[in-house]
């Protein structure tokens, strides 16, 4: 058997994720749906791509040196998990901080690879928010760590350089017919990387952003969000004004919707962002052109909400009778 060394055989297994066919999410549309399931990535988001590419371009830069400097980083779940998985390969210390809305489940996880955990217990606001005070945190890390470094996932151009695979592939599995793009934002980095791709080889794919509601990325914040992995309450510096054709603003109850309807028709178990984005081509569904391609760029896996999107217990205790969601996802 030849032989592979670790770093290069996790490192060459990020990208290249599949594109499904979903033939039986919206039958009676006249358009096709695709799914890009990019939590196949090795550890198991689409944030993989984002977290290799801004570790491996500072260690470039000399920016990081494995066994001396530290990385820190803000992060609900899925980057801290693929900066873990990174940090790990090269020998350099991790510290994810991270909030009490954070799963028990991610931070096993983040532990498992090695990582410390720092965690932000006072909300910014009344909404619950936490991410202000999570980047608050990276900073006095940052002051008191010699040796340290923070991607800063928000704006570093080298999330969104990362990103632009996602479109490449997309473009090459569709032979080049991609009409419509469903992207799921938070740091903006995805939206941020495809859209480059897109406008630098001249592509008439529409770009449809599916944010939160109550996220503050498209508009102001104004309410609080139990399912994370998509929204900010902030805007991101890699968003710029025009970065989408339209924008979507889906509810907790949308993303619950969504990732019980694909799991239950397409037999996908994905994360709560998916769902979003699931909901918002439902709306599109009967709109879209005869033969249009439209392709949801699905961020995660599901497994990591098994206690939360996928209970029902907990989806009672949130959004009431069940029966009631279960009919409003057939009536979808």
């Known amino acids: 058997m030849p032989h592979l060394s670790t770093t290069e055989g996790i490192l060459s297994a990020v990208g290249g994720t599949p ?28 944030k993989d791509r984002a977290a290799t590419g801004m570790v491996v371009g500072a260690m470039e830069i000399g920016r990081l040196v494995p066994g001396k400097s530290t990385v820190i980083e803000s992060s609900s779940g899925n980057l801290g998990i693929g900066l873990a998985q990174v940090c790990r390969l090269y020998g350099i210390r991790f510290v994810c901080v991270v909030d009490p809305k954070t799963t028990a489940q991610n931070i096993s996880i983040l532990r498992a690879y090695g990582a410390e955990v720092d965690v932000v217990t006072t909300p910014d606001n009344a909404q619950g928010d936490f991410l202000s005070a999570r980047i608050r945190r990276v900073r006095e890390l940052l002051h008191d760590i010699p040796h340290s470094f923070w991607p800063d996932q928000y704006a570093n151009e080298l999330n969104a350089k990362a990103q632009t695979r996602v479109m490449q592939e997309i473009t090459e599995q569709l032979d080049g017919s991609v009409d419509h793009l469903l992207v799921a934002t938070g740091s903006c980095g995805t939206i941020n990387g495809c859209v480059q791709y897109i406008t630098e080889h001249g592509l008439a794919t529409r770009v449809v952003a599916v944010d939160a509601e109550g996220s503050a990325i498209f508009g102001q914040p104004g309410c609080s969000r139990l399912v994370p992995g998509h929204g900010a309450a902030i805007r991101p510096g890699l968003h710029y004004d025009g970065i989408a054709h339209s924008v979507m603003r889906m509810t907790d109850q949308d993303c619950v ?12 178990l994905a994360g709560g962002s998916s769902g979003a984005l699931v909901s918002a081509a439902a709306r599109l569904a009967d709109e879209l052109p005869d033969g249009a391609n439209c392709v949801l760029v699905l961020p995660d896996r599901g497994e990591r909400y098994l206690d939360t999107i996928y209970s029902d217990a907990w989806v009672e205790a949130h959004f009431g009778d069940i029966r009631y969601l279960w009919k409003e996802q057939a009536e979808c």
């Open 257 to 268: 919707v969504g990732c019980r309807r694909l799991a239950g028709v397409e037999a996908i």
């Open 19 to 46: 594109l499904v066919r979903l033939s039986r999410l919206f039958p009676d549309s006249p358009a096709r749906f695709h799914a890009k399931l990019e939590g196949l990535n090795p550890g198991g988001s689409g």
